[in-house]
């Protein structure tokens, strides 16, 4: 069976370098060859997380759609924002979010949890920290598919002709979640309080920094009236989800349902504004990866030791 | 051939021991910059090109940087300096079944243990069949591997790593997985990995299996590496070191026995040392005594000269009973020799010193010899022998002179004991020890001198000689 394959002399070989100096060049590479690994690893990673679980992967609906019902009836109905289907807004906010948040989360963890595996097994490291990443990406897929479901149901138009910003929103997005995992990663091997910390500012400072609950407008005249703007937008995530709500939202402007006058949503801003906003964004996102890049290359020579 | 497959270039690695480790942010800041450690070079500097199609060894004691070299040359670990050049596909073997997901069918993990080898799935597909027969799963490739057996778990580990398809296989000691049969092929593969012209890679504490399967061999010592050769020589190698460390020998171990069992019966030893003391001095009166004092405890030897402490195997009883007792006993290698070991088939004297508290006309030396497992592989006394002997009161000397040693490479206890009529006198158990070393690339235990060669027809029509054995 292996005498078919012509001579182990003969045939093409990679040439691989182990030494404490690598470039980010050669781990890309390396990170290429091993995408099919990726793949496995994020299926490995569903599968292991809702095996012998009945409603399996359904559960990463019903938890974002939990969340979603207290915030619709909170916000919604007892704060009465006068938004009408608010649930859209909401949604459209919390799935990028989500996709997000749970991308770098996971990916914290990740390398301190497969210890076995990095202690024993030698591939580009950085592919855990990815098949974190690609595993939120899996449930960002299943919630968006609950979300289509949403819009038909309320037969909500998103902005049909704005549709390409959903992708526009999603590169820089994942350029960043996995420059941070693939940074936090790391961290976290040699500090373990990145965890926690990353816990604690994902899971609420960084998500009530982000217009996803409530409007851009609502903040808006407080922040201009202390020449704040600039540092909300210093949060890369905030462009990112208004980007998503102008376009599944769809609408800046809408009918308010206790006063029915005019109710600003999202600024007024024409579309290429949304789009510079997510292109620098997406600058900032390369960059940071490039520095976790040579983080990580850095410290995941020890890795093996410390953990 | 000629191209090298793996180059490892002035490879060093260090390890921090940290006294106290500190994860925690908290500790982080408070002990900024100054936690306390220690450096320890794992590898200096250690330099040696693979052939391609070669079979390299890598011999050395626990802690000589073996593991530690591995995993530098998997890519598990980088070098502090230096780098290691590898061309072509390499699996690792550093555990079995190392990324193994608990959860997931065997047939699932076979295509991710693949992957994590670097192979496509395309690769894994073709291989399939083979890695399942191999491991020998059968209709449990579809259970989870969690509810694996220890056995089938590793066999898995092992049937995915050589079978994928290597250039360059790196095993670390885990040829020994499974029961006989399994070995086997797992041996058999791996040779046939030689024949196919792969590169390999092993560790092993073996030298036997070095000297079998490898071209060369690496011999590491505390981190560098002393030498590298063909396999005899590399063993060899390694063996003295060894010997200078005092390992094999097993005095170490054998001197830590006896502190232990000084200490944890302080009382009985001396009160048994006192009744000896007195028997050797003035036999008659100290019978009494000697009957008071408890079971002495069972105290082995230390290599070669025996002291006054050591108590002996037998139950001391009347003095009476046994008058003689053995003072020190050595081996001695043929004359001019200035190594500490003997070759295969070299003579080997064993002097015993003694000394009888009367004069006993019947005296029967016993001798032993017993390999590292315990083996008895030779057995003599002096009634076997023919050998009448008499002793006259007070210390004497006797000697064992074995014309030939065939033995192979190993470590030899020596066991002796001396008998009156009135029964076992002191029995010394291991008495002392010996070291064989086997130049040659021949395994096993015995020496057999052998010739072979093909007999055309003619000759064997001719023949007339010699039955078949069985």
Redesign the interface.
């Known amino acids: 069976m292996l005498g078919a394959k012509g001579s182990i002399a003969t045939r093409p070989k990679i040439t691989r370098v182990v030494s404490a100096d690598t470039n980010v060049r050669a781990r890309l590479q390396e990170i290429w060859r091993s995408h099919e690994l990726l793949v496995y690893l994020v299926r490995t990673e569903i599968k292991v997380k809702y095996k012998n679980s009945v409603l399996g992967l359904i559960w990463s609906m019903v938890a974002p759609s939990m969340t979603l019902a207290v915030y619709a009836v909170v916000f919604g109905a007892f704060l009465r924002n006068g938004m009408p289907d608010f649930v859209i807004y909401l949604f459209s906010g919390i799935l990028l979010w989500n996709f997000f948040s749970t991308g770098i989360l996971t990916a914290t963890g990740v390398v301190v949890n497969n210890a076995g595996l990095v202690k024993k097994v030698s591939f580009p490291r950085e592919i855990l920290a990815l098949a974190a990443i690609g595993s939120a990406g899996v449930f960002f897929f299943f919630q968006s598919c609950v979300m289509v479901i949403f819009l038909a149901v309320l037969q909500w138009a998103p902005a049909w002709s704005l549709l390409y910003l959903v992708l526009v929103a999603m590169v820089p997005t994942l350029v960043l979640a996995c420059g941070l995992g693939i940074l936090l990663a790391a961290v976290n091997v040699y500090m373990r309080d990145t965890q926690h910390l990353v816990t604690v500012l994902v899971g609420s400072a960084w998500f009530w920094a982000c217009p996803i609950v409530y409007t851009f407008q609502t903040v808006q005249t407080l922040l201009s009236a202390h020449g704040l703007t600039w540092l909300y937008f210093a949060n890369p995530m905030s462009i990112l989800v208004m980007t998503f709500q102008r376009t599944l939202y769809g609408r800046p402007t809408v009918t308010d349902t206790q006063t029915h006058g005019p109710l600003a949503v999202l600024p007024h801003w024409p579309i290429t504004t949304y789009i510079w906003g997510d292109a620098a964004v997406l600058g900032f996102g390369l960059v940071l990866l490039y520095v976790a890049m040579v983080v990580f290359g850095r410290l995941a020579g020890n890795f093996a030791e410390e953990l | 051939?000629g191209?090298t497959s793996v180059e490892v270039q002035e490879v060093s690695k260090r390890?921090r021991l940290y006294h106290e480790k500190y994860?925690?942010?908290?500790e982080?800041v408070i002990h900024a910059g100054r936690v306390p450690h220690e450096d320890l070079w794992a590898l200096r500097g250690v330099s040696f090109e693979v052939e391609?199609?070669e079979t390299v060894g890598i011999l050395g004691r626990n802690g000589s940087g073996k593991s530690t070299l591995l995993?530098?040359?998997?890519?598990?670990?980088?070098?502090?300096?230096?780098?290691?050049?590898?061309?072509?596909?390499?699996a690792?073997l550093?555990?079995l079944g190392?990324?193994f997901?608990q959860?997931?069918s065997g047939r699932?993990n076979i295509?991710?243990n693949g992957?994590?080898?670097?192979f496509?799935?395309r690769d894994v597909d073709?291989?399939f069949d083979?890695i399942v027969e191999f491991a020998e799963l059968g209709q449990f490739i579809d259970n989870q591997v969690k509810f694996y057996s220890s056995g089938m778990y590793v066999r898995l580990g092992f049937a995915v790593a050589v079978n994928v398809?290597p250039?360059v296989l790196v095993i670390d000691e885990v040829l020994a997985v499974g029961d006989e049969r399994f070995q086997r092929k797992c041996m058999e593969r791996v040779k046939?990995f030689q024949r196919?012209?792969?590169t390999i890679l092993f560790v092993s504490h073996a030298p036997d299996l070095v000297r079998n399967l490898c071209s060369r061999a690496v011999v590491l010592a505390d981190g560098e590496m002393i030498g590298v050769g063909s396999p005899g020589e590399a063993v060899r190698l390694f063996r003295e070191r060894l010997l200078e460390a005092g390992d094999v020998l097993g005095a170490r171990e054998a001197e830590a026995a006896l502190d232990v069992a000084s200490h944890e019966m302080p009382a009985v030893a001396a009160g048994s040392d006192d009744a000896i003391a007195l028997a050797d001095v003035a036999p008659g009166p100290s019978t009494a005594m000697a009957a008071e004092a408890p079971g002495a405890p069972f105290v082995p030897g230390a290599g070669a000269a025996l002291d006054q402490d050591a108590a002996p195997h037998v139950r001391p009883g009347h003095s009476e009973s046994r008058p003689v007792r053995l003072t020190e006993v050595s081996c001695l290698l043929p004359p001019g020799t200035t190594r500490r070991y003997l070759l295969p088939g070299e003579p080997l004297t064993i002097r015993v010193g003694f000394e009888s508290s009367r004069a006993v006309d019947e005296v029967v030396y016993q001798l032993e010899i017993r390999n590292d497992v315990g083996l008895a592989l030779f057995a003599t006394d002096t009634e076997v022998l023919g050998l009448h002997c008499a002793i006259e009161p007070g210390p004497g000397t006797f000697e064992f002179r074995l014309g030939s040693v065939p033995l192979l490479d190993g470590a030899y206890d020596v066991n002796l004991g001396v008998q009156t009529a009135r029964g076992m006198s002191d029995w010394r158990e291991p008495a002392c020890q010996f070291e064989v070393m086997n130049p040659g690339r021949a395994t096993g235990t015995v020496a057999i001198p052998v010739e072979a060669g093909l007999v055309s027809p003619d000759a064997l029509a001719l023949r007339s000689e010699g039955t078949v054995a069985s």
Do not use: H, W
Request: charged share 30%; proline share 2%.
């Open positions: 051939m191209t390890f994860t925690s942010l908290k982080r391609e199609g995993k530098c040359i998997c890519g598990v670990l980088q070098p502090t300096a230096g780098q290691v050049v590898v061309r072509g596909k390499l690792g550093l555990e190392a990324g997901q959860e997931l699932e295509y991710l992957s994590m080898l670097g496509s799935k073709r291989m083979d398809d250039d046939q196919e012209g792969r």
